[in-house]
Antibody, heavy 120, light 108 residues
């Protein structure tokens, strides 16, 4: 079955960097678009970034553009999110999510999430 | 950016009753709309895509309808496990992919 397991979250000071990983299994990773979606404590869902199945196209929310970088290693079945210049408002649970196919734009499967806390 | 608006913010329903949740888009998204369910402490789960197509394993009591700018998620007879927060999301015109603010379905 499809499994997405995020890691790399933790407490980090404002202005510092953090890299999240998402290990995928149970499907052909290289055939699916992948995303990061976050949820601030007690708030709703916010799409953060997406990457096509082959890594050729990447998209970002305005709130993270220029600070976050999404990437993938199809040989290792792993998705990444490099987060730089972190701010307090980046505090959230970060979910890795899989597209139905190469890049439809909705989230067919989700990981359990990893919490990122940015302290002042 | 397409803005998604959900109503009501909270819906109080008795078990066994019908629940109707609404989602409105600021411009047409055709049928490119998904619904998700999220329970406390859990990741969201896909319920519906294409405005009306149930995801694998989703019970038939969940149904989606609508197109363009107006959408509805109906839960025909609420079960105890259905009390949760529900989000709609458009994928017609992106980036960005956008969610509604959510509707919390609580026990009356």
């Amino acid at each position: 079955q499809v499994q997405l397991v995020e890691s790399g979250g933790g407490v980090v000071q404002s202005g510092r960097s953090l890299r999240l990983s998402c290990a995928a299994s149970g499907f052909t990773f290289s055939s699916h678009g992948m995303y990061w979606v976050r949820q601030a404590p007690g708030k709703g869902l916010e799409w953060v970034a997406g990457i096509w199945y082959d890594g050729s196209n990447k998209n970002y929310a305005d709130s993270v553009k220029g600070r976050f970088t999404i990437s993938r290693d199809n040989s290792e079945n792993t998705l990444y999110l490099e987060m730089n210049s972190l701010r307090a408002e980046d505090t959230a649970v970060y979910y890795c999510a899989r597209d139905r196919s190469s890049g439809w734009g909705y989230f067919q499967h989700w990981g359990q999430g990893t919490l990122v806390t940015v302290s002042a | 950016e397409i803005v998604m608006t959900q109503s009501p913010a909270t819906l109080s329903v008795s078990p066994g009753e019908r629940a109707t949740l609404s989602c409105r888009a600021s411009q047409s998204v055709s049928s490119n709309l998904a619904w998700y369910q999220q329970k406390p402490g859990q990741a969201p789960r896909l319920l519906i895509s294409g405005a009306s197509t149930r995801a694998t394993g989703i019970p038939a009591r969940f149904s989606g309808s609508g197109s363009g700018t107006e959408f509805t998620l109906t839960i025909s007879s609420l079960q105890s496990e259905d009390f949760a927060v529900y989000y709609c999301q458009q994928y017609d015109d992106w980036p960005p992919l956008t969610f509604g603010g959510g509707t919390k379905v609580e026990i009356k």
